[in-house]
Nanobody, 118 residues
């Protein structure tokens, strides 16, 4: 059973930056495609950034150019550097593996709240 512990969220003003971390255990982290997801109030969870085991990345159009996903395989840790934050980035952020069937995953962490507000 994979365990995921997200951290680093908080309250930030528009235009500010945050760095999220996700400690992963119970999986073959270095071999997994990983992703950051977010869920805003009243909305479905969405994928915002993906990093493949090769290091290649893919971003949702809403965050491209502002968010950077990275991984440290030695530490089994996933990161999300967020800059130029907007009010619409407000959400609970989660990390997990990624596949085309990610919506069926039932092993999610508690997430970390990001609130962008003045």
């Amino acid at each position: 059973q994979v365990q995921l512990v997200e951290s680093g969220g908080g309250l930030v003003q528009p235009g500010g930056s945050l760095r999220l971390s996700c400690a992963v255990s119970g999986s073959t982290f270095s071999a997994d495609t990983m992703a950051w997801y977010r869920q805003a109030p009243g909305k479905q969870r969405e994928s915002v950034a993906i990093i493949f085991r090769t290091g290649g990345t893919n971003y949702a159009s809403a965050v491209k150019g502002r968010f950077t996903i990275s991984r440290d395989n030695a530490k089994n840790t996933l990161y999300l550097q967020m800059k130029s934050l907007k009010a619409e980035d407000t959400a609970v952020y989660y990390c997990n593996r990624w596949s085309v069937g990610w919506r069926d995953y039932d092993d999610w962490g508690q997430g970390t709240q990001v609130t962008v507000s003045s």
